[in-house]
């Protein structure tokens, strides 16, 4: 397999909020690397030696655990070290390693802005794969104009896994995917909005984006902390089925 092309993101500042909650935080990041496409059924097939039917569109019916594995795997083809340790159900991110990795929460939503400050970086017509384009799957990557960074996609076509839980005291294990699929309308498609699912949950419009980057902390990077999870663990009514609500 080709190397997976990646775009050096600076370091900088981005505000995460979480509209159940009414959090707003401001995030510092350290630089960091994000591919400059979502993961491709080609790339995904190279991976784990199968053959992709479409090989330019982004692979889907990926859970958040298979999602973990891609980037371990991804780190093997390339000798670097795995970025995440695995027992059963049981994650740990290992924050200095050189690996691929989801993207925390903070290092998407800064990625996917690059410098915007709006719900979009651009006309979604012309960026983005949405409900207006009458899709019944995803499109091939590429096919839009890319945000400042010279990422592609990261609005539309299909949402992508993040590291971060989606709210632990309310949703318990759930992770984050943001950025949209092509059968949501502009409401959902927008940089701030936040849904989340369980980690074997996979649907046919959520797929991934291999980050890469090491960090110096042990148990925090990037917005990303294990002591403010054990902290929110508690769940404080019945979790969801699926999706989290619109808004």
Known sequence: MNDIETVRIPAGRVVLHDARRKIRRAVDLEPFEIARFALTQAELGELLGETAEHPRRPATDISWLRAIRVCNAASEWEGLDPAYGVDGDEVTWHVDADGYRLPTEAEWEYACRAGSTGAHYGPLSEIAWTAADGLSAPHDVGGRHPNLFGLFDTLGNVWEWCWDHLDP????????????GFADDAHSVRA???????????HDDVGMRLARGGFDAVDAAQGWSARADAEQSEPDGPLPSGWTPRR
């Open 169 to 180: 005291a309310r949703y318990g294990g759930y992770r984050v995917f943001r950025g949209g």
């Open 192 to 202: 701030g909005t936040r849904r989340g699912g369980g980690p074997r949950m996979h």
